[in-house]
């Protein structure tokens, strides 16, 4: 009964948690991944998620701090990241979470998230991709407007002296072809590229990975920098 009990308490905090990140919408926040392993023990950060929505009463988990910057190298425990660091409150008076003092610092992340930053560069593959063709297509959409514009006013300068011209309809209708065709497909790469925007809103930079996680504080330091554990996420 205890053990029923024990998992129905887990499955509603899980259940909860995925309701509190779709409240708050894809805006850039740590609220990823609340179920980890460190060193063998598996840790929910549900309770975390829930305080951090509001910043109400007592922070929990206060040895797990939110931890945000962009990869400048790695060394053989993880990532080494140039941080902003959250102030958990632990000792302090004020509910809400404060940059440290240092402000930036250097940090060593253990069990960084890989995936997520795979993720990340295949947003950036695709963004260039489209991009780019939306760039060549721009410039089929001008090209193909210059020459309709050049042939109607030659097809005006034939009729203004009572010559027919020949092949200019064709023409014409060649070039206006090839514009709207670019047009439409410029239309659908817009559409892609807005799904793609909105990817990108749960990062906190659209132009270059930057981590926006929880660690755990261990307390520890490598090579003069502090370190931070992530630990494995589990479902």
């Known amino acids: 009964m205890a053990m029923r009990s024990r998992l129905a308490s887990s499955k509603i905090l899980w259940v909860w948690a995925v309701v509190l990140i779709t409240s708050l919408g894809v805006e850039a926040n740590p609220l990823k991944e609340p179920k980890r392993t460190v060193n063998g023990y598996a840790i929910d950060l549900t309770p975390l998620f829930r305080w951090w929505a509001k910043h109400q009463g007592e922070r929990p988990l206060k040895a797990w701090v939110q931890v945000t910057g962009p990869i400048v190298g790695t060394n053989n425990l993880g990532w080494i990241l140039k941080a902003r660091v959250e102030s958990s409150g632990e000792g302090e008076t004020e509910d809400k979470p404060k940059t440290s003092a240092n402000g930036e610092t250097r940090i060593i992340l253990t069990h960084p998230p890989i995936q997520e930053f795979a993720d990340f560069q295949k947003l950036l593959e695709q963004r260039k991709a ?38 200019i309809s064709q023409q014409t209708h060649y070039w206006n072809q090839t514009g709207d065709e670019a047009k439409a497909r410029l239309k ?33 330091e490598f090579a003069g920098m502090h370190v931070y554990e992530r630990g494995f996420v589990w479902k």
Do not use: C, M, W
Request: charged share 30%; proline share 1%; glycine share 2%.
């Open 188 to 220: 659908d790469i817009e559409k892609q590229l807005e799904e793609l925007r909105a990817k990108f809103t749960s990062y906190p930079d659209a132009a270059k990975y930057s981590v926006d996680t929880f660690a755990l504080d261990l307390r520890q």
């Open 130 to 167: 489209l991009t780019d063709e939306q760039s060549q297509l721009s410039a089929q959409v001008a090209d193909a407007k210059n020459h309709s514009q050049q042939l109607s006013q030659e097809q005006a300068d034939y009729r203004a002296r009572g010559v027919r011209a020949r092949g």
